[in-house]
Nanobody
């Protein structure tokens, strides 16, 4: 059974940094794409960043470009999201996702994906 476990969320002041981690387990195949998504109260879930696990190509939503960096450690089956210069509007529940056997990523969308339980990020002004 595939499991994605996020960690690293917390509360910071604007301008601060956090690093989120997503540890994947239970895979019997190689997920071709993993990513981070977020959902703020009263808003729809949005893609933040994705990484193609083979090519390591990355995509970011415009609002985080230059501030967030997604990376992977294949040996640890872990994907990270380094978040710098955090803003109050970054406050949300952050979810990790990874494609299933038939899934794929398109831009910052993840279609046919497994999802983690989420980790809360709160940025105060």
């Amino acid at each position: 059974q595939v499991q994605l476990v996020e960690s690293g969320g917390g509360s910071v002041q604007a301008g601060g940094s956090l690093r989120l981690s997503c540890a994947a387990s239970g895979y019997t195949y190689s997920s071709n794409c993993m990513g981070w998504f977020r959902q703020a109260p009263g808003k729809e879930r949005e893609g933040v960043a994705v990484i193609y696990t083979g090519s390591r190509n990355t995509y970011y939503t415009d609002s985080v470009k230059g501030r967030f960096t997604i990376s992977q450690d294949n040996a640890k089956n872990t994907v990270y999201l380094q978040m710098n210069s955090l803003k109050p509007e970054d406050t949300a529940m952050y979810y990790c996702a990874a494609t299933n056997a038939a899934g794929y990523c398109s831009g910052v969308l993840c279609i046919g994906c497994h999802w983690g339980q989420g980790t809360q990020v709160t940025v105060s002004s």
